[in-house]
C-alpha cells in the first residue's frame, strides 16, 4: 500500500509561524513503518509545533504533512483515531482513576471493553501500577500519572506513535522496561516518533534521528547501521551525512550542527543530558 517513497509519516515543507516567529520553516522528512524515529532540537526548535500540526491540533501554514496516508488538518478526528499521542506536558484528569480514563479513551479510540479492561491489565501489569488502578490520579505520583499516559497512547495498538519525552519523571527501571518497548513496539510494523532533549536516549533507542533547528532539519542519521555511511536515506551517496564523520557520536553532531544553525537560544548541555560527557 505505501510504497517506498511513501512514509506512514510524510512531511514536506511544513511551514508554521506564530506572528513572526517561524516556528517551523520548511521541514521535510518522511518515517516509514518499522522505524523508531527520534526527532532532535534545543529549546524552541519547532518539535512541539511538529507533532501538534502530525496530529490534527495544529493548522500549517503551508506545506502538508501525511500520517497513515491521511490528512491531520483536513481528517484531525480520523487521524487522531489512527495515532498514540503522548503529549510533552500531558497529564490524566485528576478527577478520573487510571481505569476510568483508560475506559474512557479506549472508547473515544473505538476499542471493545473487553479489549480496554484486557490492556489496562496487561499495561498496568507492564508498568507496575495495578495497585493504583482505582485511585484518583490526583492522589498519585508524576511517575505513575506517566505511566497512565503511556499507557492511553498504545491502549488500542496504533500503527503510528507520537510521544513527548516518553521517560520523563520515571525512575531508572521503568525508563528500562519504557524503552525496551519502543524499540519492539517499532520493530513490530509501526512506526513510533519520539521527540526528546536526551540524546543518550535517542542513541541508544532510535534507528535514525532528524535534528531540528529553528524549524528546519539540519541533518538526518541512520543508527541501526543500515546507512553505512555513505548515505543510506538519500540513496545517492550524497545524502545529509555531508561534512560528518561517520565516527562521530550523536552528541558531536548535534552539538556541531545546531551551532551552524546559529540557533538563538543556544542549547543547554545540561538539558541535553551532556554534562557527563564534558
Ligand atoms: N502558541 C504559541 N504562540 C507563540 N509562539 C509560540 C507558540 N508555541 C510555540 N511558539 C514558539 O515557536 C517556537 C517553536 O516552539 P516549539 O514549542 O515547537 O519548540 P520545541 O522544539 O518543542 O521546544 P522545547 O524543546 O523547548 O519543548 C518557539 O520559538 C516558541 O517560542
Request: glycine fraction near 12%.
Amino acid at each position: 500500500m505505501f510504497g517506498k517513497s511513501m512514509g506512514v509519516i510524510q512531511v514536506d515543507g511544513l511551514v508554521k509561524s506564530y506572528g513572526d516567529v517561524d516556528a517551523v520553516d520548511g521541514l521535510s522528512f518522511s518515517v516509514e513503518r518499522g522505524e523508531l524515529y527520534g526527532f532532535l532540537g534545543p529549546n524552541g526548535a519547532g518539535k512541539t509545533t511538529t507533532i501538534g500540526v502530525l496530529t490534527g491540533q495544529l493548522r500549517p501554514d503551508s506545506g502538508t504533512a501525511r500520517v497513515l496516508e491521511t490528512d491531520p488538518t483536513a481528517e484531525p478526528i480520523e487521524t487522531r483515531h489512527r495515532v498514540g499521542i503522548l503529549p510533552e506536558q500531558g497529564s490524566p484528569p485528576s478527577f478520573l482513576t487510571p481505569r476510568e480514563f483508560l475506559d474512557f479513551v479506549g472508547d473515544v479510540r473505538g476499542l471493545e471493553p473487553d479489549r480496554v479492561a484486557t490492556q489496562t491489565d496487561v499495561w498496568a501489569d507492564r508498568l507496575g501500577f495495578e495497585s493504583k488502578l482505582d485511585t484518583l490520579h490526583t492522589d498519585l505520583s508524576r511517575g505513575q500519572q506517566q505511566k497512565v499516559m503511556i499507557t492511553q497512547a498504545f491502549v488500542h495498538e496504533p500503527d503510528v506513535v507520537f510521544i513527548d519525552e516518553p521517560l520523563a519523571n520515571l525512575d531508572p527501571l521503568v525508563q528500562e522496561q519504557v524503552k525496551q518497548f519502543l524499540v519492539s513496539y517499532a520493530a513490530g510494523d509501526n512506526a513510533v516518533f519520539v521527540s526528546t532533549h536526551n540524546i543518550d536516549v535517542a542513541e541508544e533507542i532510535c534507528t535514525r534521528v532528524g535534528i531540528v533547528a529553528d524549524g528546519q532539519l539540519v541533518t538526518e542519521r541512520s543508527l541501526d547501521g543500515s546507512d553505512g555511511g555513505d548515505g543510506g536515506d538519500g540513496g545517492d551517496g550524497n545524502g545529509r551525512g555531508d561534512g560528518i564523520d561517520s565516527d562521530e557520536s550523536l552528541l558531536e553532531i548535534f552539538l556541531e550542527r545546531v551551532e551552524d544553525a546559529d540557533v538563538r537560544d543556544a542549547p543547554s548541555l545540561d538539558r541535553l543530558g551532556a554534562e557527563s560527557k564534558q
